[in-house]
């Protein structure tokens, strides 16, 4: 059934309790991987400062790099070179980990842009890899454990670990071993396990439930995302497929280890550390990188276009798939080139691309031209990566927004941007959050549109409450002073209340 509705007590204790429970019981996951709302620039969000102010902003729990992603590849035109700080918060080592990973492939200039953003994609989002993916993260974790040992690596000059605790490295570095393929990971049990106490005694019939689930809360949000999609997901766990490949290895970067009680054996009634997949397994990783899309051109707004409307079977002509590899390709294109990605056919999002940038492999041929092409396409792609990232500092910090704030002086931090998830959003009530910020500083908390467990009524008045935690806070709805990335025919639009202290 639907969750209870929402207590009026709006204290830090009861979000907690009310997203606890809802992780539990409908399938959202104890540790999210993915984010819940679409790609936000938080750079364009920053009020107006002067060029050689750094641009200063935090995240709270976003589970993955798409609003680190949007605003990198966007900085050129809102900062005009000025200095920018991103401090981003996560409760689990990893999330945390997975955070590196991905922003590790996504300046993998060895890569060129169309395969890399698959490969991202499918690394994100699928319970299984390719084999050549496993082998991938495998040399990227080793890459990563350089990084936190040693601090060399093509992140050592964008990342900031100073905020970790040693023990909270160590346990990175066992994260990344994790990821070997000798690493025993169960994804199929461990999910399967999860459908079961999701469903219940509805198991059998839940291609039913899914199919409700989807006309009721996905379809009129984002109908871009179509039915088989969600329920190949909903079902096997795989969001994007590409071609013929074959997706036969364990994703284990998606396994983290939560507290649980044993309840058989030896160690029966004793509280451990037990390695699952507890992410979730109800919304789908789609809303984050793929119902939504900047409309700079009309033949962007064709990624959007419906088929055989008023017949009562419209259809999307294209898929949340190709919609999202559309904005993962066009912001990598972005940080590279310094230019906003252009399609030069209607419906063909790879029209932009070029002859220069072939798929991964095709310009590795036989002869050594190819090879030596190759090569130089990768030695100018790595001089773009560097020349985008100067002046980009990411800082990576365990815990909360309330450890934060608690660790702050008055003086430090004075961010002018924030973003907080559904996972940080008590955050609202604490009293120490005004103290970081700048006093024109812009807030965007994400609200329920696309929690799939909520009904209407309870997406509704989760947003009041965050309205009411906001004023009580001492802040102000505002008009979004930024370029929401939306798609052009508003499905999906409007994901987020913006706020100013």
């Known amino acids: ?5 929402f207590p009026t007590d709006l204290s830090p204790s009861t979000f907690r309790q009310v997203f606890g429970g809802m992780a539990a019981e409908a399938g959202l996951g104890l540790h999210a991987m993915w984010g819940f709302s679409p790609a936000v620039d938080l750079l364009d969000a920053c009020p107006v400062r002067p060029r050689d102010c750094p641009r200063r902003v935090l995240l ?24 920018v700080e991103f401090t981003v918060v996560e409760r689990q080592l990893e999330v945390l980990a997975r955070h590196l990973l991905l922003m590790q492939i996504a300046f993998d200039w060895e890569l060129p842009v169309r395969h890399r953003a698959n490969v991202l994609l499918e690394v994100f989002g699928n319970v299984h890899v390719q084999s ?29 670990l100073s905020r970790l605790k040693y023990r909270e490295r160590d346990s990175l570095v066992n994260i990344f071993h994790s990821w070997r393929s000798t690493s ?33 809360r996905i379809r009129p949000k984002a ?6 999609l969600y329920r190949d997901w909903r079902l096997n766990g795989h969001a994007f497929e590409f071609g013929d490949q074959h997706y036969v290895e364990p994703n284990r970067t998606l396994g983290s280890y939560a507290e649980g009680v044993m309840k058989k054996g030896k160690d029966k009634g004793l509280k451990k550390e037990v390695l699952g997949f507890w992410a979730d397994i109800v919304n789908s990783p789609y809303p984050a990188f793929g119902v939504t899309a900047e409309p700079v051109t009309p033949m962007v707004e064709s990624l959007f276009q419906v088929q055989n409307k008023g017949t009562g079977v419209e259809q999307y002509r294209h898929n949340t798939v190709e919609v999202a590899v559309f904005n993962v390709m066009s912001w990598l294109w972005e940080i590279e080139t310094g230019e906003v990605y252009t399609m030069t056919k209607e419906h063909d999002i790879f029209s932009g691309l070029g002859g220069e940038i072939t798929e991964a492999g095709s310009a590795a041929g036989a002869d050594g031209s190819s090879a030596s092409q190759a090569t130089a396409e990768a030695l100018r792609r790595a001089r773009s990566i560097v020349r985008s990232l100067t002046g980009f500092r990411i ?27 559904t996972l ?17 500083a812009v807030v965007v908390a994400e609200s329920a549109a696309h929690l799939v467990p909520l009904s209407k009524e309870q997406e509704v008045e989760y947003d009041a409450r965050l309205d009411e935690l906001a004023k009580g806070a001492g802040m102000a709805a505002v008009p979004a002073p930024f370029a929401v990335c939306a798609s052009p025919i508003g499905d999906g639009a409007g994901p987020y209340q913006p ?3």
């Open 223 to 228: 109908g871009v995302i179509h039915s088989k």
């Open 132 to 160: 050549r993916t496993q082998r991938y993260i495998e040399r990227l974790a080793r890459q990563l454990e350089t990084l936190i040992c040693d601090g060399r690596g093509v992140l050592a000059g964008v990342v900031d």
């Open 424 to 440: 940080s959003a008590q955050a609202l009530s604490n009293s120490n959050l005004l103290s970081i910020l700048h006093r024109d």
């Open 60 to 83: 709270g729990c976003p589970s993955d790099i798409r609003h680190v992603l949007v605003s990198m590849a966007r900085r050129h035109r809102s900062c005009d070179g000025a200095p």
């Open 184 to 216: 025993t990971f169960d994804v199929d049990g461990l999910r399967d396990h999860r459908l079961r106490a999701l469903f219940g005694q509805r198991y059998d019939s839940r291609k039913n439930v899914v199919d409700w689930d989807y006309q009721s």
């Open 395 to 421: 800082q990576f910090m365990c815990g909360s927004i309330e450890d934060l704030c608690a660790k702050s002086s008055p003086q430090q931090n004075h961010f002018d941007a924030v973003f907080l998830s």
């Open 1 to 5: 059934g639907r969750l209870p509705p």
């Open 499 to 501: 706020l100013k202290v």
